[in-house]
């Protein structure tokens, strides 16, 4: 598994943005979300053009690029700049749907943009990654899949908990304070009889 730069795992904890090519769309999206779990954030998704500007502006959050090579040559300009001037941005996950360098030899990708990218880079083609992924993913399902069903079980205990203490059951029940007894009008309490 050779990735340029970084750990497997630190590119997925850290705040690098990070380009990946090869693969499936869904691949590329997973690993996005992975990230997103991890910073405890939402994934936002971009298509359009449109939507990259909003988009990067959000300073914490992980932004995913399905392909960016279909997008015009300017929006990537948009991803550079963020990458670049802003101090306080969100992690950009970069995917491509084929090898990086065949889109910069179409002229599809920046060149600019592919080199701001390089240090965290990973190719999906790369014997073994995939299957080793899928492991990983696969386990982190199952401690997702744990907690969830804990989470769950506590809610059922606390429910259970919460209808125990319902008004008029026994542990509700308070005993009666004696009421003070009445003043007798009357004579004063000095008088003798």
């Not at 997702?144 to 509700?172: D, I």
Request: proline share 5%.
């Amino acid at each position: 598994m050779a990735l340029r730069g970084y750990r497997e795992e630190d590119l997925v904890s850290n705040r690098a943005s990070l380009l990946i090519h090869g693969g499936t769309e869904d691949e590329r999206r997973a690993w996005a979300e992975e990230a997103a779990r991890n910073f405890g954030v939402p994934l936002t998704e971009i298509r359009q053009p449109q939507e990259l500007a909003g988009a990067l502006r959000q300073p914490n959050g992980v932004v995913f690029i399905a392909d960016a090579a279909k997008l015009p040559l300017d929006a990537q300009g948009l991803i550079l700049r963020c990458l670049q001037m802003q101090e306080e941005r969100p992690k950009v996950v970069v995917g491509i749907s084929g090898a990086a360098m065949a889109a910069l030899t179409r002229g599809t990708l920046r060149e600019d943009l592919h080199y701001r990218l390089h240090q965290a880079q990973v190719d999906l083609q790369t014997e073994g990654l995939r299957d080793a992924l899928k492991r990983r993913w696969a386990q982190q399902a199952e401690v997702l899949a744990v907690r969830a069903a804990a989470l769950k079980a506590a809610e059922e205990k606390e429910r259970a908990a919460a209808a125990a203490r319902r008004p008029g059951s026994v542990t509700r029940i308070l005993p009666k304070r004696k009421a003070p007894a009445p003043a007798r009008k009357g004579a004063p309490r000095n008088a003798v009889r």
